[in-house]
């Protein structure tokens, strides 16, 4: 039998906290002046440190620590005015030093928490901790060899832990979504999870929803989209549901998951806890901040999107949902504040900006499509009636790939609406004629049917026609 996890009814209940690795938007890395440009030539990047090279010594990157305060403030979290850097001791071919540099003991951050909203219901998601560290290089494996690229080894991260307080694989999506809405539009990170700057573990477990006693977790590893944590999600609870239902244990592991089947599957049992000799690091004097230093980050914060969607819908007369969309990234924020207040047409610049620029921006959100001043143009025109809907998509389309000014593309390609009922009426004859059955329908009474004339009058004049004048006289032309 298949349990659906969402269902109150349901006898189980998923149990699940995320652990997410954010990349800091810095230049250099956090102990070292190498690049963390991305997609550079493998091992271009790297340097006597970096690599843990015998004598280096590590130098705190201070834009990292601004990073990482910023995700503090805009989660809500206690920002601890004294933290300390640790070193997380095991051995991989990715980690050249053969520790990680992290916070163990006393992060930057701890507490907090992460809104979302899941089929309309807000909830606050509680947060452990925020705490800052390197991160490991990257494994390529081609047949039978494997290679490392160090470029990503010491690229700062932020990671973030949540409290296990998720119970769906929708709010775990919704936590997320929000997680990196939240971190791209204040600048801390670009989130780009294709590229490896937002990745995330899930750990999961189950247990009976009338019992207080959790089951046992499993961790599932290196999850690159919020679709897949999703799917992995779905299926590993519907695992352990299994597993429980035919009276098995579930044994604490970790897992990954498989994209094509979309399933997860067995790693390594995790048969007693890991001891990495956490000690404190020696090279790396503790991070001091004053009250001064933090109101100093606050002040140059900008707004969290939440705040600044209600300054738009406040604004502009926009409905939170589509404010939601306006606020995806900062610089879709300001491109449309930059088209709204070109044009006195607030009205239509909303429509216009989410059904027709907001599909083209694309994810990364860089750049205009269409300049202020011709959006503001195109505006115009619909806004005085000098164009109907059709023609103003049209014209922004046109004009963001010719540059020229809509109202000249508007005349140029006649595109001008027909508002002269004499011009308008040899389109009303022959469209009354060719819709004989719309005709007889609506002297039958269905006056819907005259829709269909109107249909045919808008594609005769290659919807140039006022609909509503078009309507009107269709009217007075059956009425005869």
Not at 364 to 393: H, L, W
Not at 471 to 480: Q, S, V
Request: net charge negative; with cysteine; glycine share 6%.
């Amino acid at each position: 039998m298949k349990y659906n996890i969402k269902d109150k009814s349901c006898p189980y209940e998923a149990v699940i906290g995320l652990e997410v690795h954010v990349e800091l938007k810095t230049e250099s890395k956090i102990f070292c002046s190498c690049s963390t440009r991305f997609g550079d030539e493998p091992n271009a990047n790297v340097c006597p440190t970096c690599l843990g090279m015998p004598g280096t010594l590590p130098v705190l990157n201070r834009r990292a620590v601004d990073l990482a305060l910023m995700c503090g403030l805009a989660f809500g979290c206690m920002i601890n005015r004294e933290s300390h850097f640790d070193r997380k001791n095991y051995y991989y071919p990715d980690l050249p030093k053969g520790y990680q540099i992290t916070q163990y003991e006393v992060p930057i951050c701890e507490g907090g928490f992460v809104p979302i909203t899941v089929d309309g219901e807000e909830r606050l998601i509680e947060l452990t901790r925020i705490h800052i560290e390197e991160d490991a290089g990257k494994l390529i494996h081609r047949g039978d060899k494997t290679l490392v690229n160090y470029n990503r080894a010491g690229v700062p991260l932020c990671e973030i832990v949540s409290e296990p307080d998720m119970h769906t694989p929708d709010e775990a999506k919704a936590y997320l979504e929000s997680l990196r809405r939240i971190l791209s539009y204040i600048g801390v990170s670009d989130c780009k999870m294709n590229e490896g700057s937002l990745r995330c573990d899930v750990n999961v477990s189950v247990k009976r929803r009338d019992s207080d006693v959790l089951g046992v977790k499993c961790e599932i590893k290196n999850l690159n989209s919020i679709n897949y944590v999703g799917k992995a999600l779905e299926d590993e609870i519907d695992r352990q549901i299994s597993v429980l239902e035919s009276g098995g244990e579930i044994r604490s592991e970790t897992r990954r998951f498989n994209e094509s089947g979309g399933k997860t599957e067995h790693m390594r049992y995790k048969e007693t806890a890991l001891d990495y000799r956490y000690f404190a690091e020696p090279n790396i004097p503790p991070i001091y901040l004053t009250n001064a230093y933090i109101d100093s980050i606050k002040r140059r914060m900008p707004k969290l999107p939440d705040a600044t969607a209600e300054d738009i819908c406040e604004k502009y007369g926009v409905k939170w949902d589509d404010a939601v969309l306006l606020t995806s990234s900062r610089s879709i924020t300001e491109y449309f504040i930059a088209c709204a207040e070109a044009t006195e047409f607030k009205t239509q610049c909303v429509n216009l900006f989410i059904s027709e620029i907001l599909p083209v921006l694309g994810e990364d959100a860089k750049g205009q499509y269409i300049t202020p001043e011709n959006m503001a143009e195109v505006c115009g025109v619909f806004g005085r009636g000098e164009v109907v809907s059709g023609a103003a998509k049209k014209l922004i389309h046109m004009s963001a790939e010719s540059g020229d000014s809509p109202a000249l593309i508007a005349r140029r390609e006649n595109m001008l609406k027909i508002t002269d009922a004499a011009e308008l009426m040899p389109y009303i004859h022959s469209s009354v004629v060719a819709c004989e059955k719309a005709v007889a329908d609506y002297k039958k009474g269905k006056l819907t049917a005259i829709k269909q004339i109107v249909g045919a009058v808008m594609k005769s004049t290659g919807g140039r026609a006022d609909p509503v004048l078009a309507e009107k006289m269709i009217e007075d032309e059956l009425k005869k």
